[in-house]
């Protein structure tokens, strides 16, 4: 339904992030502001660019569809009229609030025990099967946001600007190249947390509740 409605643009900012794909912020006529992607926002990274924000909407709509929480998403009518996918800021880079003493990305709080392992593991063991359906190969670790909530974090899922149709369609046969950022996460936290295995059986529910919807 939302995308029957996108919000108009009242200011844009660019991105002081070192950035592939998302170039420009935008406030939107609701007051928040929004991680802006557009059909040429990936020119020159990406293999079929113009689906990038058809790729965003449609992989986390299926998220929410198997209970892969991502930031809320609109569609967003910039000033020069062009129409791009919006992700909500909601925070997830600053734990310092949470957890005291100085800034440190979250990977560090899931090694110090500050996140339990299981909590991470849960959200991994969904999203890992996710990101090979839809073909994400960049699944960095900067690609999760990471918040206070209640008294621990939870995780949102964000970025498949590389992923489904922005990668080339159909996807490739599986398995992944291993030099893929997604492949090359899953080790890393397997040398660097301890305990740290997918939960097979989480793995499994993910691809039986992608299976029971309709093509
Ligand atoms: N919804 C969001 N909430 C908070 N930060 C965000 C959000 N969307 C994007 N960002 C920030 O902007 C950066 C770039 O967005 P991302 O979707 O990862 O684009 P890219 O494809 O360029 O990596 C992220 O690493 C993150 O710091
Ligand atoms: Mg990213």
New binding site residues.
């Given amino acids: 339904m939302t995308l029957l409605f996108p919000l108009k643009e009242i200011i844009s900012r660019r ?1 002081d ?1 070192s ?4 170039k420009d912020y935008s406030r939107a006529e609701d007051g928040q502001w929004y ?1 802006i992607k557009g059909c040429n926002s990936g020119d020159g990274n990406l293999p079929y660019p113009f689906y990038v924000p058809h790729s965003e909407w449609f992989c986390q709509s299926l998220c929410e569809c198997i209970g892969l929480a991502c ?1 809320p998403r609109r569609i967003i009518e910039r000033q020069s009229k062009e129409l791009v996918f919006g ?7 600053d734990l310092s609030n949470t957890f005291g003493g100085v800034r440190l990305d979250w990977w560090h709080y899931v090694h110090n025990g500050k996140i339990p392992i299981d909590d991470f593991i849960y959200i991994f063991s969904k999203l890992y099967p996710f990101d090979l359906f839809v073909n994400n190969n960049d699944r960095h670790a ?2 999760y ?1 990471v918040r206070g909530q209640m008294d621990g974090v939870s995780f949102l899922v ?2 498949f ?1 590389n992923s489904w149709m922005s990668n080339g369609f159909p996807p490739p046969s599986l398995p992944m190249a291993s030099g893929s950022n997604t492949i090359r996460l899953k080790d890393q936290f397997k040398s660097c947390f301890r305990g740290f295995a997918v939960d097979v059986q989480i793995a499994l529910d993910t691809i039986t509740s992608l299976r029971q919807i309709p093509v």
Wanted: charged share 15%; with cysteine; aromatic share 10%.
């Fill in positions: 991105s992030a950035t592939a794909v998302c991680a930031p992700s909500r800021f909601e925070g997830g880079v900067n690609n946001l964000f970025d600007s």
